[in-house]
């Protein structure tokens, strides 16, 4: 055999055997980080909570280069874990610990309990705690009967529609009036079949076109007029009119014709405008009627033989004209 092939071979038995001397003598090893007082402050402080290196400089009074050396070591022993949090880093014991280190971990933590660094570490860690509640709550209290009025990062209508379409059950639904049917687009996600109608050729040629792009095939939609719905008698399992109602000619029409393609037990949803005296909005909107009272929406659902109604105003916009919302469900007998 080749000197050099025997050289390499020597080479890489040794290097295995040092591997496994290493394994076993690792509890020796855990014993020596350990050994270091401030490791073991470190340790004792992140069994109990994941800290920043910030926090961990307050509460030991130490520098940040020497708490990151020591976190360095107790990370490359596979006692600590890391996470980024944008700029921040946060450290925490690991949950994954071999359980021969975890005993000897608790040990030297019980051995150190009494210690008073270790007290003054755990009166100050609840000092740190204190201030990460503090901040949340006054900020919260200073918000408060303000919440839905003021910009909170990643809460958007969107956002929340997707959110309660999981609890949205696999049912056929009419958009009537569904204009683009951006609704229609989020509950196609979830429902058995989707059917939007609206009487805009181009509105019908936008929506079909979105509901391709996002390859929706259960979202259909149809030219028609919603006080003559091109669906059969009985045939859906939700009637929507989101802002539409005030576009009609007949609005009580457009209801009967809701109940109509309605199932037995099916519901019907209107979201519309409360009645108002904004003038403007008959030429800015193209708005037939300038909405609808409470009272007024509660009797055509009942006139139309309607069940269960419910009417009830939902919002209001804060500027001028301060246009509000009315919501009204109800159930087909």
């Known amino acids: 055999m080749p000197c050099g092939r025997a050289s390499w071979l020597g080479a890489t038995t040794i290097h295995a055997l040092s591997e496994s001397a290493a394994s076993m003598n690792a509890p020796w090893e ?38 990151s050396s020591q976190l360095a070591l107790l990370r490359q022993a596979g006692l600590v874990s890391d996470r980024r949090d944008g700029k921040r880093a946060f450290y925490s014991l690991r949950e994954d610990i071999d359980a021969r280190e975890r005993v000897i971990i608790d040990a030297a933590l ?125 045939s859906v399992d939700l009637a929507l009119l989101s802002q539409a109602l005030h576009h009609a000619r007949r609005p009580q029409l457009a209801i009967r014709e809701a109940f109509r393609i309605l199932k037995a037990g099916g519901r019907i949803a209107i979201l519309d405008l409360k009645e108002h005296d904004f003038e403007k909005a008959r030429e800015l909107y193209a708005d037939v009627w300038l909405g609808f009272g409470e009272s007024t929406m509660h009797g055509f ?27 009204a469900t109800a159930i087909k007998p």
């Not at 069994?47 to 290196?53: H, K």
């Not at 301060?322 to 919501?327: A, D, I, K, M």
Request: hydrophobic share 45%; net charge negative.
């Open 110 to 234: 019980q051995a150190t309990g009494e210690h008073p660094d270790t007290a003054r570490d755990a009166a100050s860690l609840e000092l740190i705690l204190d201030r990460r509640r503090q901040i949340a709550e006054q900020y919260f209290n200073l918000i408060a009967g303000r919440l839905g009025k003021h910009y909170c990062p990643g809460r958007s209508w969107e956002a929340i529609g997707h959110f309660l379409l999981l609890m949205f059950p696999r049912v056929t639904v009419a958009d009537l009036g569904a204009g683009e049917g951006l609704i229609s687009q989020l509950m196609a996600r979830r429902a058995e079949k989707v059917w939007c109608i609206d009487n805009s050729r181009n509105m019908v040629e936008v929506g079909t076109a979105l509901a391709k792009k996002n390859g929706l095939a259960n979202l259909e939609y149809i030219l028609g007029d919603i006080e003559d719905v091109p669906l059969l008698e009985r």
């Open 30 to 67: 855990i014993l020596k980080l350990l050994a270091d007082p401030t490791r073991l402050r470190l340790i004792s402080l992140l069994a109990r909570e994941e800290l920043a290196v910030t926090e961990l400089q307050e509460i030991l009074g130490m520098g940040q280069s020497r708490i």
């Open 301 to 327: 659902l009942r006139k139309a033989g309607f069940q269960q109604v419910e009417v009830n105003t939902v919002a209001r916009e804060a500027g001028e004209p301060g246009f509000e919302t009315v919501l």
